[in-house]
């Protein structure tokens, strides 16, 4: 299968682009859901997603998916109750998860109150159970953010996790951005995304993506870019102008 070559979009500001990757939401949903009847759809903590997680909440986009045959999954959880304001999921269920009727077994809450390890092993065993293809589990909508200095999930330079290839959750516990106990979803895990969708927005951002764009593989976001075109995956950048210079 050749590789895909990426598509970048960029748009002006914050704003637009919590409107163009809601959008493209619904498009990636809709489109898995035709093709496969379900989709899971994996997303990405930090704070870039959250505006457009709240746009899609919006009825105008919501009524667009058929939340029903959704499977909600996140790419990296940090080890706090879901109240804390430090939650992946707490984050997204607040912005959009509470807003949409995607049934509760379709809920895939990393049950980070086991504990790092415990929680990873859990964890596997749910992305193991999905949908698969090509022997790997079908993720087929994937979004992920990035860091200043180009991790992705809870993938940093240099660290350990970065290089597993035999597990699909791995824990974490020395993550250089607080808090420091996480889980995450590893590179293996990454090649069964069937459409990535990378989000950036402001000045901090330009430097790492445009060494992952250049293809500086220290950076763990370029290795998942690579990750999903090697497997036959699409990769779209949703960049706003400052991430993009
Ligand atoms: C996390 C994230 C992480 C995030 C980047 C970007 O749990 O911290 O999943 O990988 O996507 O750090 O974070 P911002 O969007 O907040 O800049």
């Known amino acids: 299968m050749s590789p895909q070559v990426d598509r970048v979009r960029v748009v002006d500001g914050p704003e637009e682009l919590a409107e163009a990757a809601a959008r493209a939401a619904v498009a990636g949903l809709e489109a898995a859901v035709e093709v496969h009847g379900t989709a899971t759809w994996v997303l990405t903590g930090g704070g870039t997603p959250v505006a457009a997680y709240r746009r899609l909440a919006a009825h105008d986009l919501?009524?667009?998916?058929?939340?029903?045959?959704?499977?909600?999954?996140?790419?990296?959880?940090?080890?706090v109750p879901v109240e804390d304001p430090e939650s992946n999921w707490g984050q997204a269920a607040a912005a959009l998860l509470d807003h949409v009727p995607v049934p509760d077994h379709q809920l895939l809450r990393p049950p980070v109150e086991l504990g790092a390890e415990a929680a990873a092993d859990a964890y596997q065993e749910t992305l193991a159970a999905l949908p698969a293809t090509g022997g790997r589990p079908r993720l087929e909508v994937v979004w992920l953010g990035v860091g200043e200095d180009g991790h992705c999930l809870s993938l940093f330079p240099g660290h350990p996790e970065v290089e597993v290839a035999d597990r699909l959750v791995v824990p974490v516990h020395h993550s250089p951005k607080p808090p420091r106990d996480r889980l995450s979803l590893t590179l293996a895990a990454l090649a069964g995304a069937e459409r990535l969708l990378v989000l950036a927005a402001g000045p901090g951002k330009a430097?790492?993506?445009?060494?992952a764009r250049a293809g500086d593989d220290r950076l763990p976001v370029t290795r998942a870019v690579a990750a999903v075109r090697a497997a036959g995956g699409e990769v779209s950048w949703l960049l706003d102008r400052a991430a993009a210079a």
């Open 207 to 211: 430097d790492a993506v445009a060494r």
């Open 62 to 79: 919501r009524a667009g998916v058929e939340w029903d045959r959704v499977r909600v999954a996140m790419g990296d959880e940090r080890c």
